[in-house]
């Protein structure tokens, strides 16, 4: 004689089956893809490099010392994303797929530089775009390239701005310069692209403060 096992024990039964096949079902489905680990071009870097001028007490800032009011950098095509972009044959740009910087290299360079020019003291003070204050002198940057170079050995990160200083009354241009840099990259790995970008960065802008703060003086003064 077959026993018909009781309400309860079927309803037990009948569980374990659902609970053992859902737990397969869950192994066979592809898993999440890891969120991207996000990177900062580092702290604002001091004007420390050999050219740099010593950084000047605001005290011993000459009142006659302009102001200066520096724009958000525009970024080249291919550079104006939060992509962290690398480079294994010529003028073929990738991007790593599970790094990236936390904003667009140009908005994370913008604070940098005011800090950067600010650390020189030549200029009485130094403003972020859009200020409702107004300076005499007005820089504009453009980011031309910030990427981690594969095509050699050992890898590089290789950092570009130009740089327009501009008289605020007349548009008329007192200096265009670009600044390079090219660091060896501590491993090939995105890790290693983010620290030899943060050197690429504090070395670019200590040069670009050293390059700008003798007009602030009229020490210098280019067509």
């Known amino acids: 004689m077959t026993t018909t096992p009781s309400s309860p024990a079927r309803r037990a039964a009948l569980l374990g089956a659902t609970l053992l096949g859902t737990g397969c079902a869950g192994g066979l489905l592809p898993k999440p893809a890891p969120a ?51 480079l294994r044959q010529p003028q073929a740009l990738q991007a790593y797929a599970f790094a990236e910087w936390v904003d667009t290299p140009a908005r994370l360079l913008l604070p940098l530089l005011v800090q950067a020019v600010q650390n020189t003291g030549a200029f009485r003070a130094v403003l972020q775009a859009p200020s409702s204050a107004t300076g005499a002198l007005r820089l504009e940057t453009e980011l031309l390239r910030l990427l981690h170079d594969h095509t050699q050995s050992p890898s590089e990160v290789r950092l570009s701005l130009r740089a327009v200083l501009l008289d605020t009354a007349t548009r008329q241009p007192w200096a265009t310069r670009e600044f390079d840099a090219r660091v060896p990259a501590p491993s090939d790995s995105p890790a290693g692209c983010v620290a030899a970008a943060a050197t690429a960065t504090r070395q670019v802008l200590a040069e670009m403060a050293a390059y700008l703060a003798p007009f602030a003086s009229g020490t210098r003064r280019e067509p």
């Open 36 to 86: 991207p680990a996000r990177y900062t071009l580092g702290d604002a870097p001091a004007a420390t490099s050999p050219a740099a001028p010593a950084r000047t007490p605001a005290a011993a800032t000459p009142s006659t010392a302009p102001s200066l009011v520096v724009a958000l950098p525009n970024a080249a095509p291919g550079f104006d994303s939060t992509r962290m972009v690398y």
